[in-house]
C-alpha cells in the first residue's frame, strides 16, 4: 500500500492496499491522485511504478479503470437545482424519481414509468451526459437503487432501476451530386 503508479500521460495513482503475485499476476486496488474521470483508463494501459519495488518488475498494464466523474458544471447544477424548486417531493412522484436518480453521481438524465413490470412497479432509467456513450456503469446503476430504494413510499411500488439498452443502427447512405 502506498505505491505510487503512473501513466504514460504522467496521470499517478496510488496502490490502496498490500498484495501477493499469484501465477505471475499481481492485482492491487488502486486510486487516482487527481479527482475526475482523468483517471478513468481502458483496460491494457500501461503503467509503471514511480519507485521501483524490490523483486517486482517496474512496468505493466492496468485492467479497465472507471469510477471517476467530473465535478458537475455549474449551469448543470443550477438546472438541478431549479428542478428540484419546481418538482417539490410528493411522496413517491414520477417526478421524485427522477430527482432522486439525479442525485446519484453520474447520472445526469432519469426517466420513471409506472406499472413498468405490471401493477405496483415503478421503472428508473437512467443515463448519463455522456454523448458518447451515455450508458451509466453497473456500479452506478447499484448506487442508484440503493440510492432510491429508502426514498421510495414504504407502501409503494416495487422498484426496477435500469440502465438503457444499445442498439446499432446500420446506415447506408447514397451521395448524388446536384451537378453533372
Known amino acids: 500500500a502506498g505505491s505510487v503508479i503512473q501513466r504514460d500521460d504522467l496521470v499517478q495513482y496510488t496502490a490502496t492496499a498490500d498484495a ?15 479527482a475526475g474521470a482523468v483517471g478513468n ?27 471517476g466523474f467530473d465535478t458537475e ?27 432522486w436518480a439525479k442525485e446519484v453521481p453520474g447520472i445526469t438524465r432519469a426517466w420513471t414509468y409506472r406499472h413498468w413490470m405490471g401493477t405496483g412497479t415503478v421503472g428508473v432509467m437512467i443515463a448519463s451526459s455522456d454523448l458518447i456513450n451515455p450508458i451509466p456503469e453497473e456500479s452506478t446503476e447499484t448506487a442508484a437503487r440503493q440510492h ?8 409503494g411500488s416495487d422498484l426496477y432501476v435500469f440502465r438503457p439498452v444499445a442498439h446499432t ?12
Not at 517486482?56 to 469510477?67: H, I, R, W, Y
Not at 443502427?169 to 453533372?180: A, E, G, K
Request: charged content about 15%.
Open 169 to 180: 443502427v446500420d446506415f447506408h447512405i447514397r451521395v448524388t451530386p446536384d451537378t453533372p
Open 73 to 99: 458544471e455549474l449551469e448543470t447544477w443550477r438546472a438541478r437545482v431549479i428542478e428540484r424548486y419546481y418538482w417539490t417531493p410528493q411522496g413517491g412522484a414520477d417526478g421524485d424519481y427522477v430527482v
Open 20 to 34: 501477493t503475485s499469484s501465477g505471475g499476476v499481481l492485482r492491487v486496488p488502486i486510486a487516482c491522485s487527481s
Open 41 to 67: 483508463a481502458d483496460d491494457g494501459t500501461s503503467l509503471i511504478l514511480v519507485t521501483p519495488v524490490n523483486g517486482l518488475p517496474s512496468s505493466g498494464v492496468a485492467d479497465t479503470l472507471t469510477g
Open 148 to 155: 432510491i430504494g429508502p426514498l421510495a413510499p414504504v407502501a
